[in-house]
């Protein structure tokens, strides 16, 4: 059993939803994880992450707002599963509500230390 | 109540008390004098209440032996070590005037202070919840082993490591500060739970000692959130939690003590008086920042007194069994989530994560596979409950499978 992160990507340039759609999407994600928990692969819950605030610091103390100018995707949060392989977690990523909105999920194996 | 049932009864809620008086009065290092004299004093009782008959108060009477005991007890020690020491030789037995406070006050403030004695992180988790069955709940170390599918030397074993340990840390009977309670609270909070799933869910078919058990951890719950220092959003949570399961304990079980499911109750037998006073510790329970698996359990267990099949219900219950399952995996939740899917969402989702539990040992899978496929593909159906009757050991629960698919 190993420890797989799930990267959640999504354009940020697209138009933001409605309070509704957020509700449904709200529904959506908490379904999704809920039926990873349920089949006891659920390592952590993660965090969301918001494009607002974001820094980035670069050498020579340079620091700018963010990085989504240049970039349409940008990261928006983060779980951790368990799984036996890479592909069990790729079919579980297949369930993930980012995806119905054009999201992408990238799922990478945790090194055990 | 039956003579026959009493005793037992009595052992249940009057042991412990016995005990934690007299480990608070001499110390943790004396606990297995504590369990001699108490377990000593029942024994007396069972002898001459079978002779004589029950006396006028039963309570008292054993109270009062238990005194009886502590003093005869000390005064054999102090003769004994009279006579090896010359230094205490006229240090006369009559001299010593012991009081054992036996009020209700010390009694409840003992016991407190056993149970955070006991759930003390020097000994492992198993150690806390066995010798807090053994002498908060007054188990037979047989049925402790029953608990824990082992047997009988494994638990005596490990109850007498784990009491060595008590002993040699020196740990103090109190109730723990401020810096650790939040630690240690949760252990006890969990025993008590363990205690009251022994009542609620046990194969034992006589009704009246599981609720009894049930009883008893609602009345342990009840003397933390008594005390000031324990009385957190947490323990709240938990009473409120086994208030409003204990609502229903007369609607799940029938006459001859088989379960009746919920969908199936008679909801005019729930308690209107223990839904209440659910509702009113889930408030109490709100407060504070941390959700605990008490206050979801809690949270959907009230959505269950709601009777009517509301789409709002189901979701709201299919959420609290999300969040749950993301604080804490169980099969049962798992199960249980998966069963409400059906209802929040679809019958078809609902298969489609049910085929991905895997939890092909537990019957309680294939029942609910059974439930979930019986309007979809009756054939599929009962292959599932074919396989929950294999796997069910039970004779009550085989007849219940075997009924359903005889309605398939």
Known sequence: MSEFLMLFRSDVSLERPSPEQMQAMMKQWQDWMGGIAAQNKLASAGNRLTAEQAKIVKPGGV????????LKEAVGGYIVVKCDSAEEAAELAKGCPILHIGGSVEVRLVIPM | METNELLPHLFRTEYRKIVSVLVKTFGLSQMEMAEDIASDTFLTAAELWGLKGLPLNPVAWLYNVAKNKTKNNLQRHQLFDGKISTEIKNNAAEKFELEIDLSPQNINDSQLQMMFAICHPSISVESQIGLSLRIL???????????FLTNKETINKRLFRAKEKLRDEKISINIPDAMEIDQRLETVLTTI????SEGYYSANQNKMIRKELCLEAMRLCYMLIENKITNTPEANALLSLMCFHASRFDARINESGEPIFYNEQDATLWDADLIKKGEYFLNCAATGNVVSKF?????IAYWHTHQNDTKEKWENILQLYNKLLQIEYSPIAALNRTYVLSKANTLLEAIAEAEKLNLTNNHFYFILLGELYKTVDKEKAKKHLQSALALSKLVTEKQNIQQKMDII
Do not use: M, S
């Open chain 2, 295 to 299: 206050h979801v359990e809690a949270a």
């Open chain 1, 63 to 70: 620091i700018t707002n963010g990085p989504f100018v240049e």
């Open chain 2, 137 to 147: 709940c007054g188990f037979g170390i047989d049925e402790i082993a029953d608990a």
């Open chain 2, 193 to 196: 739970y363990l205690l009251f």
